[in-house]
C-alpha cells in the first residue's frame, strides 16, 4: 500500500516510515521542507526494505492511499483544514498528542473536539479518521537493531473496515499487535496518556509503552 | 498496615479486600450498608488469609491507616466531602473512573477537577490523593485462582513517599508491579482509560488490563 506521513520527517514518522518500508509499503514522507523529507527519505530507501521511500511536500503525501499524521499538535488543525480534497475518501490515520510541558513536566491539552482524531474528523467530514500508534516509541521505531516490539498500538474508529485496515499495518511492526480500542470518541485519553509514559520515562529512565493483558 | 475501603462492598472493593488481606494488611470494609460489609468481609475473614477482613460504615473505614475509595463516581464528591476530618492526614486512594455509558458503549464523564483525583484533592486539602487501581480487572482481583496477574498499576500523585507507599501497595498484587506514572493532574486520562479497556474486553471476550513495557 502507499501510505503518505503528515511532517514525516519527525521522530515518530521517521520510525513509522523505517517500519512501514520494512513491512513492504511504499512511503511517501511529506513535509514543509521539501528537500529535507528527500534527504530524510533517502536514508530509508537505501536501507534495503522491500517498500521505497521518497520524499514530498505534505500535499503530495495526501495523495498516497492511505495518510498517516504525525505533525505537532500546534500546526495540526490548519495543515488538515488545507487538505480537505486531497484527504477526501481516505483513512487518515492520527496519532497527534496534544501535549502541553511546563516545569512539572507534561499535561493534556484541552481540545475543543475531545481530541485531536476528533478535530481531525471535524476538520475531514469525507475522510475515515482512524487514532493510532501515540504510544510506540519513536526512539525504538526507527533503531533497525529492534526486531521485536513488546508495544501494542491501540487503534480507535468508528469504520470497522478502516480500523481494521489500521490494526493490520499495526502488526506489521515485528512484535507489535494492533487492538481496536474503541470508538473515535475515547481517543482523548489515549492521545493524553503519552503524557503518563513520558512521566515513566522520566522516573525510570525507559523507553515505555504499554501492552493490553488478557487473551486476545 | 491497616487499610479502609469507601464502598468496598462492590466489585473492585472485594477483589482488593482479598489481595490485601492475602498480602498481611487488616482490611475494613465500608459501606452504607453496613450488615451487608460485615456479610462480604466476613467471607474473606474465613478465607485463611494473613490479614483480617471486617465489615462497618464509610466512616469506620475512613478511620484506617490508608484509605481507598471505590464508590461509583455519581457517589464520590458528597461522600468525601462528609469524610474530612477522618480523612486528614491521610493517604487516600483514589480508584474512581468517572464514566458514562449510552448506546454506543462507555466514555469519559467530563469531571470540573480534571479528574475524580485531583476532585477528591480539592475536597480533602489536608489528605495526600493517589490514584491508582483504575485498570486491574475486578473480576481477576477477587478470583482466589489467580495468582499471576499479567497487569501492572499505574500509580499518579504529587508525594513522593505517598507515591511509593501505593505503590508497595500495588506490588503486592501477586504478579503486578506498581509503577509511577505521573502527577495527579495527569490522572484523568488513566480513569478514562478504562473505557477503552471496556471496549477491548467487549470486542475481544477478555478481561484487559495494561502492562508498562521497557526496561524499569
Not at 516545569?103 to 469525507?126: D, I, M, T, W, Y
Not at 475515515?128 to 525504538?140: G, K, P
Amino acid at each position: 500500500m502507499k501510505v503518505g506521513i503528515l511532517g514525516g520527517t519527525g521522530p515518530q514518522g521517521r520510525g513509522l516510515a523505517r517500519r512501514l518500508a520494512a513491512a513492504g509499503h511504499d512511503v511517501l514522507i511529506g513535509s514543509r521542507d521539501v528537500e529535507r523529507a528527500d534527504r530524510i527519505a533517502a536514508e530509508y530507501d537505501d536501507a534495503g526494505y522491500s517498500g521505497w521511500v521518497a520524499g514530498g511536500s505534505n500535499s503530495e503525501a495526501a495523495g498516497a492511499e492511505l495518510v498517516i499524521i504525525t505533525v505537532p499538535y500546534h500546526g495540526h488543525a490548519e495543515l488538515l483544514a488545507s487538505l480537505t480534497t486531497e484527504l477526501a475518501g481516505k483513512i487518515v490515520v492520527d496519532c497527534v498528542n496534544p501535549l502541553g510541558f511546563d516545569e512539572k513536566g507534561p499535561f493534556q491539552l484541552l481540545v475543543a473536539a475531545g481530541s485531536a482524531a476528533q478535530e481531525a474528523q471535524q476538520l475531514l467530514p469525507e475522510s475515515t479518521v482512524i487514532a493510532a500508534f501515540h504510544h510506540v516509541s519513536a526512539v525504538l521505531l526507527d533503531d533497525p537493531t529492534v526486531d521485536d516490539f513488546p508495544d501494542d498500538v491501540l487503534v480507535l474508529g468508528d469504520d470497522r473496515d478502516a480500523v481494521a485496515v489500521v490494526c493490520e499495518l499495526a502488526t506489521a511492526i515485528p512484535g507489535a499487535r494492533g487492538i481496536y480500542a474503541g470508538r473515535l470518541r475515547n481517543a482523548g485519553q489515549v492521545e493524553a496518556l503519552t503524557a503518563n509514559l513520558i512521566a515513566i520515562n522520566r522516573r525510570y529512565k525507559t523507553h515505555a509503552g504499554i501492552a493490553v493483558t488478557g487473551e486476545l
